[in-house]
């Protein structure tokens, strides 16, 4: 059974960056395509980004593209979400998933805890 801890989470300035990440246990995080979401206040979980299993390949909503960065070390069984640019609607809590589907994956198999990310104006 993988367990997934996400970290990284907190409050920033508009305009701010942080770094999420999410690290694996229990499992081996180089089986498993990689992702994350988010959950904002009244909103639906929404797709952020995927990474394949040895990171060559990437997949991206359009509204992060630019913004957002995913990247792993599987070596450390972990993964990341350089944000940069932030806007107070990028507030959400955020979530790493781990699939062993297909690239991009229609389903995940297991799912982190979440991170608080705040962006005040």
């Known amino acids: 059974q993988v367990q997934l801890l996400g970290s990284g989470g907190g409050l920033v300035q508009t305009g701010g960056s942080l770094r999420l990440s999410c690290a694996a246990s229990g499992g081996t995080l180089s089986r498993y395509i990689m992702a994350w979401f988010r959950q904002g206040p009244g909103k639906e979980r929404e797709f952020l980004a995927a990474m394949s299993e040895t990171g060559e390949r990437t997949y991206y909503a359009d509204f992060v593209k630019g913004r957002f960065t995913i990247s792993r070390d599987n070596t450390k069984n972990t993964v990341y979400l350089q944000m940069n640019s932030l806007k107070p609607e990028d507030s959400a809590v955020y979530f790493c998933?781990?699939?062993?589907?297909?690239?991009?994956?229609?389903?995940?198999?297991?799912w982190g805890q979440g991170t608080q990310v705040t962006v005040s104006s």
């Open positions: 998933a781990a699939s062993a589907d297909y690239f991009p994956p229609s389903q995940y198999d297991y």
